[in-house]
């Protein structure tokens, strides 16, 4: 309060020019009034549920319960629930429209480790969480660095992410827990056994270790990227191709019986045995390093006749992280319009301005706030932004117009403009596109044309361009 001389007007008027500085990111025009107040509120909520730790002189309780104080190149210590499913939200959003938080939270990250030997999964109190399973935080390192945000020590962050994935996690002296509880099992079958733990491991290990893979082409890690990629196969293993579906495997190769495809969680919280928060069904699309591969293994017709039924029969599960790529694998199996449609259905039917059923499911800290704001604008990233050349996946944005006001410490472009034309409530098929005036033919946008600046135009229509995204 020193610095505002007790004045607690002062305090609010601070406050709000700073969430109006952030807010005014993104522009968006079109569409109805209470979609554009819903897209700012789920817009504040991305921003406003994660939690600073440390005093205004830097100070903190680390997970020792020590007492320390930040040192740079870190600049905040913060608290968080698990990052586990944040590459399909809160990391795309970060590093695109405010990399600086994408960047404050890589160097809290990589401060953590130096502390205490693992990168946080579950930060919560500055601690290391027993929560939820895999290394998802590691995404929006890869993804921060992948975009240009690199205003942190890349070898520490390699290091790390090397470590946390090829060592067998540990109970920390807190009482919490490091790393990944079932990395010797998978490391052994090239899955996790049914005796040790969730086959879900299995398919989250599996991306994991390709997005690790893709840091490491980019650092010119070739070996080590080589073992990443071939580990980031291990999906195939708990696919059973009897029954066109990942399954619970035992340690001897045996598939368990009986199968139940729409069987849900696990025996024992998210360390038993079967699918943590979801079911055999939910994460057998959950193959987001290699889709093209998952089309090959169901077959092109079976992907989407499948992946359409379980639309509109409810198997689809769009209140949690497992499933939020489902309207997007369409952009996958030559049917683009259809990843068209169902991104527009989840804003219309899965969203509303309650404080009671704002959202479907848990927001888990601003995470399906920030889905909303990502499908509003049309983008998603597939592949949680990992890849050496990241790309965004296209589908039909809400509003007319969308204007990304980018940070200049690290993107040059300025502006980038999302121009939607003919745009409404029933025209929701893109039936074509251009890029600063040149025609795009695929449903997705690399992100090096978004930092350059620029403007996306979009034709919109009432019926399907099936010549167009493939």
């Known amino acids: 309060m020193k610095s505002f001389g007790w004045d607690f007007n002062a305090v609010v008027a601070h406050a709000k020019t700073v969430w109006n500085d952030l807010l005014s990111r993104v522009e968006v025009s079109g569409a109805r009034p209470e979609d554009r107040k819903l897209f700012y509120t789920c817009l504040y909520r991305a921003y406003s549920a994660k939690s600073v730790l440390n005093d205004q002189d830097g100070q903190y309780i680390d997970f020792r319960g020590d007492v320390k104080k930040v040192q740079p190149p870190a600049d905040a210590i913060y608290s968080s629930d698990a990052f586990w ?11 695109l429209v405010t990399p600086r938080v994408a960047s404050s939270w890589v160097n809290y990250f990589l401060a953590m480790d130096q502390d205490g030997g693992w990168l946080p999964e579950a930060p919560v109190n500055a601690k290391y969480s027993p929560i939820m399973c895999a290394q998802h935080q590691q995404s929006l390192i890869i993804s921060s660095y992948q975009k240009g945000i690199r205003d942190f020590d890349t070898n520490l962050a390699w290091a790390a992410i090397w470590h946390d994935l090829t060592t067998p996690g540990v109970a920390m002296p807190n009482g919490g827990f490091a790393g990944d ?8 079958h090239g899955y996790v056994a049914e005796e040790d733990g969730p086959m879900s491991s299995t398919l989250e290990y599996a991306y994991d270790d390709w997005a690790a893979a893709q840091f490491g082409l980019a650092l010119g890690k070739t070996n080590e990227a080589a073992q990443l990629l071939q580990r980031s196969q291990n999906y195939t293993n708990a696919f059973d191709p009897q029954v066109q579906s990942v399954r619970r495997r035992h340690a001897d190769g045996s598939w368990v019986e009986p199968f139940e495809s729409f069987r849900f969680g696990t025996e024992g919280g998210w360390n038993g045995p079967g699918f943590v928060e979801g079911t055999p069904w939910i994460y057998t699309w959950f193959v987001p390093q290699d ?10 017709d079976q992907f989407n006749q499948r992946l359409e039924e379980g639309f509109a029969k409810g198997h689809v599960d769009l209140s949690n992280e497992p499933n939020l790529q489902a309207p997007f694998l369409f952009n996958y199996s030559v049917r683009p319009w259809l990843t068209q449609k169902y991104s527009r259905m989840v804003l219309r039917n899965y969203f509303d301005l309650s404080p009671y059923t704002g959202w479907v499911g848990e927001e888990d800290e601003g995470q399906l706030s920030a889905y909303y704001v990502l499908l509003a604008m049309g983008l998603f990233e597939m592949q949680g932004g990992c890849s050496v050349r990241p790309y965004y996946d296209l589908s039909s944005p809400l509003f007319d117009c969308v204007v990304i006001h980018l940070d200049p410490k690290y993107y040059p472009g300025k502006t980038f403009t999302i121009e939607t034309r003919n745009n409404s409530a029933t025209n929701v098929y893109i039936q074509s596109a251009t890029l600063n005036g040149r025609p795009l033919k695929e449903a997705r946008l690399f992100h090096e044309d978004i930092a350059q600046g620029g403007k996306l135009v979009l034709e919109m229509g009432s019926k399907p361009n099936r010549a167009w995204g493939h």
């Open 181 to 188: 509880r079932h990395l010797a099992s998978y490391l052994k």
């Open 291 to 300: 889709v093209p591969g998952l089309v090959r293994l169901l077959g092109a």
């Open 85 to 95: 499913g944040t590459q399909w939200t809160l990391d795309t959003l970060w590093t």
